[in-house]
Each structure stands twice: as structure tokens, then as C-alpha cells.
């Protein structure tokens, strides 16, 4: 995530997992139990990546070209 504090933009990045005990009822599996652990995370000074910072849903967004529908 990207945001400004005191006019300098920033960035956190996490990256964790979920631990998941599954059991099957009924036909379907389901999660009973879940355990979320965060194994890093990183706050530093970041420059902005010019106009391609926000994306839109409309043909000026950058993965537009993968959607011929837009």
C-alpha cells in the first residue's frame, strides 16, 4: 500500500500466509479453523511510478489492452 505522510510518499509491504484446517461435510470442503502469520513486513520512502500509480475502468488504465471489451 502507498500513501503520503508529511508530503513524502511511502510504501508498506506484508507478505504472510494463512494456516488452514479443511474438513468435508456434506459433499463440500470448508475451512474450520484459520490462522493468519505475518512473516515480513517493510515500510520505506517511495518516488511516485508517474501516471501509471492508479488504474481506471475505462481504456486508460494500463491493463486495458487485455480487455478489448473496455
Same mark, same amino acid.
Request: glycine share 12%; net charge negative; no cysteine.
Given at each position: 500500500m502507498r500513501f503520503k505522510r508529511a508530503?513524502?510518499?511511502?510504501q508498506i509491504t506484508t507478505w504472510g500466509r494463512?494456516?488452514?484446517e479443511w474438513s468435508h461435510r456434506n459433499g463440500r470442503w $470448508?475451512? /474450520?479453523k484459520r490462522?493468519?502469520?505475518r512473516d515480513f513486513d517493510e515500510l520505506r520512502d517511495?518516488?511516485?511510478v508517474?501516471?501509471?500509480d492508479r488504474g $481506471?475502468? /475505462?481504456r486508460s488504465d494500463p491493463y486495458a489492452v487485455l480487455?478489448?471489451?473496455l
Open positions: 508530503e513524502q510518499m511511502q494463512y494456516v488452514d $470448508g475451512i /474450520d490462522l493468519a502469520s517511495v518516488g511516485t508517474s501516471h501509471l $481506471g475502468r /475505462d480487455h478489448r471489451t
